[in-house]
């Protein structure tokens, strides 16, 4: 986690490189110059676990990108990930698999808390396969959530300039557009007590 005590110098160091990047003729050394920030791209990667399907998809390889305000010590950011596939068994010995894409509903905002970070992030859950029994059930092209609110904190050894673990739990909102399958999916997935745990890569960091 970033210390406190170094936030200060992370403010310094970025203002002078931010200076450094937008010096301008003297004819311009009078505009207002907006709040330096800090922009950081982690790779990412990670794993998710659905608490009533007692079941774990690997997230990623995918990428986070982050501007943080060196001032204010707020930030925005936006997650790509790729579509992932998870299996569970219902009933005791019916295997199901569903393909999954998380998709980012408005951009991921946040601040910087004593050199960690909070975050919420809002995410449309769309299954876009599923198989029971090796059989494939249609969910049509537009079956997924409402967006789902994910409170996200970063953990032990997190770093804004190296990276770490960030985790946070949520709630599976109830699946729209799936077709007759809409009943059955809402009867297995949908609930609370759902958990997110992803590791963020060191940074490729530029201030502008």
Do not use: H, W
């Not at 203002?15 to 009078?30: D, K, Q």
């Not at 769309?126 to 049509?140: D, E, F, R, S």
């Not at 190296?162 to 599976?172: D, Q």
């Amino acid at each position: 986690m970033l210390r406190p005590r170094l936030r200060p110098l992370l403010i310094i160091v970025a203002a002078g490189l931010f200076a450094l990047a937008v010096s301008a003729p003297a004819a311009n050394a009078a505009a207002p110059q907006a709040d330096p920030t800090l922009n950081a791209t982690y790779a990412v990667n990670g794993t998710t676990t659905i608490k009533s399907t007692n079941s774990t998809m690997a997230l990623g390889p995918g990428t986070l990108t982050a501007a943080l305000d060196v001032t204010t010590l707020a930030f925005t950011s936006n997650l790509t990930l790729p579509a992932a596939t998870g299996s569970f068994t219902e009933l005791g010995f019916v295997p199901v698999t569903a393909t999954t894409e998380f998709i980012q509903d408005g951009p991921i905002t946040g601040n910087d808390v004593n050199g960690g970070i909070t975050a919420t992030a809002n995410i449309i859950i769309k299954l876009t396969k599923v198989t029971v029994a090796g059989i494939p059930v249609p969910v049509g092209n537009s079956c997924q959530t409402s967006p789902a609110a994910i409170d996200l904190a970063s953990g032990t050894g997190f770093n804004v300039l190296l990276g770490g673990p960030v985790s946070g739990t949520f709630t599976i909102p109830d699946f729209a557009n799936c077709g007759f399958s809409t009943g059955i999916l809402n009867a297995v997935i949908p609930g609370a007590g759902n958990t997110i745990d992803l590791t963020l890569g060191k940074p490729t960091v530029t201030v502008g």
